[in-house]
Antibody, heavy 124, light 112 residues
Framework: QVQLQESGPGLVKPSQTLSLTCAVS?????????WSWLRQHPGEGLEWIGY???????YYNPSLRSRVSMSVDTSKNQFSLKLNSVTAADTAVYYC?????????????????WGQGTLVTVSS | DIVMTQTALSPPVTLGQPASISCRSS???????????LSWLQQRPGQPPRLLIY???NRFSGVPDRFSGSGAGTDFTLKISRVEAEDVGVYYC?????????FGQGTRLEIK
């Protein structure tokens, strides 16, 4: 059973960098999946931030691309998100999720496993 | 970006009765490979989203068969044949045909 667990500071000051980590169990971070970050503003819908694939690299949502970076730590089987220059508009529940991307034989694109989410508040 | 539009609230449903949730995309979700990458997710209160349906009508592993999906092009529907109490929550449609991946704003399902 694949499990994902987010961790990181729940409070970040404006203009600083939000840093979160997602620990993966039940699968290897080097397997053929796109390890993703999404967020949900309070009482609102879902926004996809981007993903990182161990060998294929990253894909970031253009709306956040200038402030986002993602990385993988194979020794800890986890991946990370950094979002810099945060404002109150970045206050949200942040989720990590596994994205299945199989463009050829299987033709599959979906999120199959999600973490429980972690609330990050941007405030001084 | 492709905009996904859902009605915010579905009419309250009586337990055991059917429910239907609609989703419309701002452009066709048929990808160049001929497939349509439209998914439905359920978010129960206090929980992360959960995949129900992928590629319009394919139920994900473990999803009860009372959930079904249909549609084509730009118009899609999620149907619950007989609503149960555990179905309360917000339902999202999601497209992965064209990046960035985008979601509808969600439709809240309430029980009468």
């Amino acid at each position: 059973q694949v499990q994902l667990q987010e961790s990181g500071p729940g409070l970040v000051k404006p203009s600083q960098t939000l840093s979160l980590t997602c620990a993966v169990s039940g699968d290897s971070i080097t397997s053929d999946y796109c390890w993703s970050w999404l967020r949900q503003h309070p009482g609102e819908g879902l926004e996809w931030i981007g993903y990182i694939h161990y060998s294929a690299g990253t894909y970031y949502n253009p709306s956040l691309r200038s402030r986002v970076s993602m990385s993988v730590d194979t020794s800890k089987n986890q991946f990370s998100l950094k979002l810099n220059s945060v404002t109150a508009a970045d206050t949200a529940v942040y989720y990590c999720a596994r994205f299945v991307k199989r463009p050829r034989d299987s033709a599959l694109y979906y999120f199959d496993y999600w973490g429980q989410g972690t609330l990050v508040t941007v405030s001084s | 970006d492709i905009v996904m539009t859902q009605t915010a609230l579905s009419p309250p449903v009586t337990l055991g009765q059917p429910a239907s949730i609609s989703c419309r995309s701002s452009q066709s979700l048929v990808k160049s490979d001929g497939n349509t990458y439209l998914s439905w997710l359920q978010q129960r209160p206090g929980q992360p989203p959960r995949l129900l349906i992928y590629k319009i009508s394919n139920r994900f592993s473990g999803v009860p068969d009372r959930f079904s999906g249909s549609g084509a092009g730009t118009d899609f529907t999620l149907k619950i044949s007989r609503v149960e109490a555990e179905d309360v929550g917000v339902y999202y449609c999601m497209q992965a045909t064209q990046f960035p991946i985008t979601f509808g704003q969600g439709t809240r399902l309430e029980i009468k």
